[in-house]
């Protein structure tokens, strides 16, 4: 792009905005929700003409991307994701017309290109994309229609992977997706070959998927290398050379020191507290690339509080008579902090909503304390919303003695300010009504929150206000997300639900996504077909000609383990110099004028130890589902 212009009606998005991306590269788009990300996919993709400037793209270039809009036909879900293959398509109906019309020399053409484009095995690949996003078997040959919006957005999203591209566009992909199907996705993203272009509002997924950030900022395109923590890095080492931003940033790191001293002093045995207590410490550095954020909100507990909040005993859960949870006991105390982990359809869902009373338990006994005050934020929360009504009118009707200037000053933490917070809903995009539906729960002050994949449509800047105002939330919180950053900083334990049960479960998220891949090995080997036993006693030659295959399979499978081990020593080894930055980071001292340059030059190692952990980590990751597929193949075990 070279001195692109681009504007939509009297918005203007880009301004003599220069940007050269090169084959193979991996990019994450950000930038604030209205700048103009979705309206930069346009251009590229022809459906937008620049204002002025050049645009440049290869000849021949083959771009896939997701369509946003949700489409409702008959076709069964696998053929639409098929659809996605437009070359195949297109030999699939030649050969069809060929066949009709008898002749056999074309149709033998046919076949041959149908076997180039690998369309005999497309339908198997179609249904492989579609289980790791989510859909069970049977789905596939369910009718489009038959699936709701978000489920729906699945099928795009599967209908662009299955298109072969040298540039794939992803707009917002992980929204209506859950943590597994996230992790799959992420996993699949790095192994894609081609050029890839995303906008997420998701920190972990773009830290472990791209390798270059592009911020829309100011009309503007600015390039970083490395992912997204390296970006705050350096956008916070921008920014931190500016007296009034510099002393804003401090304000915040004493505010989180604060909580940190606070929330050291209540749980330092937990691994998962000493996990949250260095993803804290490393926010005090980055609070700087966020300086700009209109966004302070918070969410106040309520005075009383009852122990045990809520309790669940001997609980079946689910719907129409079908328990999907069974038996379950639990007491929720004042504090909790708990982060909900499982595969799609387990229920975790299901436990939220029988936890709020939306849901009727199958059997067994809910019982609620004296002063129980639930926040709850459910998966179609922006449903609930009147739409004719605007936000001040939607905290009125919580409390009407409240006057509205008070309910405008409040409001303005979510950056509904003027004409913005008297406007109806109707007008607002997805994001600013999660904001409405936010502000509603903060202002009730409850001492139990009740989450349920909280940051759909939410872009970054609100997606760290709303990390900064569950960490210094005093009540109990229950969690469902997709987004591990949040995750990771707000919670101190997990749950693991799943198999009908809701069980502690002892690791971190990392942990989580190990067990994750064991349970799909699990699945592939469950699905292999059984060796035919031998009716007959091998003989001496027959025995050899074992061992010596066996031998083989070791051979082959002996360098990926030593290479997985290799890297999870490199992985160990930069993280304990990562972490003695990070304490040097840590002390206040360094933030001072005097120590200017050290400042500079810790917060480039922090980088460029981040990028090395980055990079280790996706090539463990690659090299140990190698492992796994190759001892799946051979049929080995340990």
């Given at each position: ?70 489409v ?11 659809d ?6 297109k ?54 229609q038959s ?26 992909p992980t ?5 597994d ?266 001492n139990l ?72 090995r ?20 027959e ?94 075990t340990?």
């Amino acid at each position: 792009m070279q001195q692109i212009s681009l504007h939509r009606g009297p918005l203007s998005i880009l301004e003599q905005a220069d940007l050269t991306l090169h084959s193979g590269w991996k990019v994450g788009i950000i930038g604030a929700n209205g700048a103009g990300k979705s309206t930069l996919f346009s251009m590229i993709l022809g459906q937008l003409q620049a204002d002025g400037g050049h645009l440049q793209l290869p000849g021949q270039l083959r771009i896939a991307h997701m369509a946003q809009e949700v489409v409702a036909s008959e076709r069964r879900a696998v053929d639409y994701v098929l659809d996605g293959d437009y070359q195949l398509r297109k030999v699939q109906q030649a050969l069809a017309e060929a066949d009709a019309a008898g002749d056999h020399h074309r149709s033998a053409e046919l076949h041959s290109q149908l076997d180039d484009l690998q369309g005999y095995s497309a339908e198997s690949r179609a249904r492989q994309l579609l289980a790791g996003l989510g859909f069970s078997e049977a789905d596939g040959d369910r009718p489009v229609q038959s699936f709701s919006g978000g489920w729906r957005i699945r099928l795009n999203l599967a209908q662009a992977l299955m298109c072969p591209s040298d540039l794939l566009l992803l707009d917002e992909p992980t929204n209506h997706l859950d943590l597994d199907a996230t992790i799959w996705l992420e996993q699949w993203l790095r192994q894609y070959p081609g050029t890839l272009l995303l906008i997420s509002h998701d920190r972990d997924f773009i830290d472990n998927v791209v390798g270059y950030v592009v911020h829309l900022y100011q009309k503007k395109l600015e390039i970083y290398k490395g992912n997204y923590s390296a970006f705050e890095v350096l956008r916070a080492e921008r920014l931190a050379q500016q007296q009034a931003q510099y002393e804003k940033q401090q304000a915040r790191i004493a505010e989180i020191d604060s909580f940190v001293r606070r929330f050291r002093a209540k749980a330092t045995k937990a691994r998962q507290a000493q996990s949250r207590l260095k993803e804290l410490e490393r926010m005090e550095k980055l609070s700087a690339a966020h300086i700009e954020s209109p966004f302070t909100f918070r969410f106040t507990a309520s005075d009383k509080v009852s122990n045990p909040l809520l309790k669940l005993r001997d609980a079946d859960c689910g719907y129409s008579g079908n328990a999907i949870l069974q038996q379950l006991s639990l007491n929720l105390e004042p504090g909790a902090r708990i982060g909900l982990l499982g595969p799609n359809g387990a229920g975790k869902s299901t436990l939220i909503k029988s936890l709020v009373g939306d849901q009727s338990l199958l059997a067994g006994e809910r019982s609620c304390g004296e002063h129980l005050r639930i926040g709850y934020f459910a998966q179609q929360q922006l449903e609930a919303l009147d739409l004719e009504a605007s936000p001040v009118l939607h905290i009125q009707r919580l409390s009407p003695e409240a006057s509205e200037q008070d309910i405008r000053d409040y409001l303005g933490a979510f950056d509904f300010f003027g004409d913005g917070a008297l406007s109806p809903v109707k007008r607002f995009s997805g994001g600013e009504k999660a904001r409405v539906a936010l502000a509603m729960i903060a202002w009730q002050k409850p001492n139990l929150l009740l989450m349920d994949e909280p940051t759909n449509h939410l872009d970054l800047e609100v997606r760290h206000a709303l990390t900064l105002a569950l960490q210094s939330f005093d009540g109990a919180l229950i969690l469902v997300s997709h987004d591990r950053n949040l995750l990771r900083n707000t919670v101190d334990e997990f749950w693991l639900v799943a198999e009908g049960q809701v069980q502690p479960f002892s690791g971190d998220l990392n942990d989580y996504q190990s067990w994750l891949l064991e349970q799909r090995r699990n699945e592939r080997a469950m699905r292999q077909p059984e060796t035919e036993r031998e009716n007959r006693s091998l003989n001496a030659a027959e025995r050899k000609e074992q061992k010596r295959l066996a031998a083989e399979k070791r051979a082959r499978l002996r360098p990926l383990k030593k290479a997985v081990e290799t890297l999870e020593s490199q992985m160990e080894s930069v993280q304990v110099a990562l972490e003695q930055v990070e304490t040097a980071l840590a002390d206040t001292a360094i933030y001072e004028e005097r120590n200017k340059t050290l400042l500079k030059e810790k917060l480039g190692e922090q980088a460029t130890l981040s990028q090395q952990i980055a990079k280790i980590e996706e090539q463990w990751m690659e090299q140990l589902e190698a492992l796994e597929d190759l001892e799946s193949e051979l049929n080995v075990t340990d």
